[in-house]
């Protein structure tokens, strides 16, 4: 018999593999008939009511109740997934692919400059085609770098909608359709209606941003500058191609990154370093989750903050409890309604699944490799084990999702994460702190942000000097996805007879103390 925990962890686990199978589904069999995974759900339950108050015998109905149970969660799963697909209508952007047409809509998100262009997520609101009507959609707009646009901007395009298509083995397609962007537009011709449109918060929010990168820019050079922003806001608008390539080869480019993978390893980080320092572990929970917060608001609480927010508050919240084993869970909960809300993250958000696939680590590898380091009796030195350990149990799980993603595998990894990762959160505060000191007296700006250009230039040093070796990064080519689920499972397995192992060793200890 199972407990009502158990249960409702079963029906999390069978909700995500439902969202899994659809994922890979074709589409035409998803879009067809979508009412009736509706209606199969509603079968599903009436049959199992029917068989709870028929004649099957108590030791029988919880097998089949659960049995039931799980084929309406599997078909509820594959309805949602059904119904996150895009439908046709003459009301939609994407119904005039390959047609001229004049869309009205609102900037939708902050623009994302390039070195050439800037992005624009337009949510239309009306469609001239040939007359005005009514619209929905999301439109992305690929343009010139200038006239430079703002969130809540009103335009009016003129352009010829498209279809995103996959290139050099890209799946662009399906990049864009985590979003809901269904259309793509380029170099259109844009006229500016009105500005100030928007959500109030939000505009405020990124003006504050604006005004914030305009102080760091003032405060250092280039490139510590573009090194300075995305540490702090996320993405890697700025930095010059090269400085990418040798982030990637050394797999630092999370760094750079608002994801669970990344804010959830440096609040780990972070507690593990508060509580080697003497702090209380209470206290230093609280203390993290304040900067957490505080972070997450900063950079504007755009969905992949949030969700990075949320899973980073479950690690320090078992880290305050001192029981990371003890988290699977929160872990499976937080997946299933995440893919709740948004079930194209499974399989086309590499965020999505770094994140977990990290958290995954810090859970079950973690405790593993820390009962190693002290079995071995190797030295603590502050807190620099743990940063070694919490980034070696990350990349233990990420390493393949990586390879799969971006065809590279960072061999020296470990190393340079171990060489970087404690800078960041001190570059993060002391960004933070020059930011009002400088807003003040602008005229020092350069001597408040010279900590902060001390730590970019070690960042970028240490980058540089590592992306140098011959062998720092292997690339993989398209990797199949067979082989990712086979070091899955060889990790899986290995994880299970560790873990039993150190839990026999414990027994085993206790007995013969008694």
């Not at 504007?300 to 988290?327: H, Y």
């Not at 960042?459 to 690339?475: D, N, P, R």
Request: glycine share 6%; proline share 5%; net charge positive.
């Amino acid at each position: 018999m199972f407990s009502k925990s158990k249960i409702f962890l079963i029906s999390c686990l069978v909700f995500i593999v439902g969202i899994a199978a659809a994922s890979f589904l074709p589409v035409k069999f998803l879009e067809y008939k979508i009412r009736w995974f509706g209606a199969a759900i509603f079968f599903l339950m009436v049959a199992a009511l029917l068989w709870q108050t028929g004649g099957a015998t108590a030791k029988a109905r919880p097998g089949r109740d659960l049995a039931l149970l799980g084929m309406a969660i599997l078909c509820f799963a594959l309805w949602r997934y059904a119904v996150s697909l895009p439908q046709d209508a003459p009301d939609k952007i994407w119904h005039y692919h390959g047609k001229s047409v004049v869309a009205r809509g609102l900037v939708a998100s902050e623009p994302d400059p390039r070195e050439t262009s800037q992005k624009l997520e337009i949510a239309v609101v009306a469609i001239q085609s040939p007359a005005w009507r009514p619209a929905k959609g999301r439109l992305l707009v690929t343009t010139n770098l200038y006239p430079e646009h703002d969130y809540g901007d009103e335009l009016e395009i003129a352009c010829q909608p498209e279809q995103p298509e996959e290139f050099n083995g890209f799946a662009y397609d399906r990049y864009l359709a985590r979003y809901n962007i269904y259309a793509v537009c380029y170099y259109p011709k844009i006229s500016v209606i009105r500005s100030g449109q928007g959500n109030l918060i939000y505009r405020r929010i990124f003006h504050f941003k604006k005004i914030l990168a305009g102080l760091i820019d003032a405060g250092l050079s280039e490139p510590e500058a573009s090194l300075a922003r995305p540490i702090v806001f996320g993405g890697q608008k700025g930095l010059p191609q090269n400085i990418r390539d040798d982030f990637q080869k050394v797999g630092l480019t999370h760094i750079m990154a608002v994801s669970g993978f990344n804010v959830s390893i440096l609040a780990a980080i972070a507690m593990a370093v508060l509580l080697a320092l003497g702090v209380a572990r209470r206290y230093a929970f609280y203390l993290a989750v304040a900067l957490l917060a505080g972070y997450i608001i900063l950079v504007g609480a755009p969905a992949s903050a949030t969700r990075a927010g949320l899973m980073a508050f479950f690690v320090l919240w078992a880290l305050k409890l001192g029981r990371l084993n003890k988290m699977t869970n929160s872990l499976v909960l937080t997946a299933a309604i995440l893919l709740l809300i948004n079930p194209k993250l499974l399989r086309d958000d590499a965020g999505f699944q770094l994140s977990f696939a990290a958290m995954a680590g810090l859970v079950y590898v973690y405790p593993i490799l820390e009962a190693l380091w002290e079995k071995i009796k190797l030295p603590k030195l502050k807190g620099v084990s743990d940063a070694l350990l919490i980034t070696l149990a990350a990349q233990t799980f990420t390493v393949p999702i990586l390879a799969y993603d971006f065809s590279r595998v960072s061999l020296i990894a470990p190393l340079a994460n171990l060489a970087v990762l404690w800078a960041v959160p001190i570059l993060t505060m002391a960004i933070l702190a020059a930011l009002p000191l400088a807003a003040l007296v602008p005229k020092l700006s350069f001597l408040f942000f010279l900590p902060s250009l001390i730590l970019t230039k070690y960042i970028l040093a240490v980058v540089k000097f590592f992306a140098g070796f011959k062998f720092s990064s292997l690339t993989v080519g398209h990797l199949a996805w067979g082989w990712v689920a086979v070091y899955y499972l060889l990790i899986i397995f290995l994880v299970i007879k560790l873990r039993r192992c150190k839990m026999l060793a414990e027994k085993f200890d206790i007995s013969s103390q008694l």
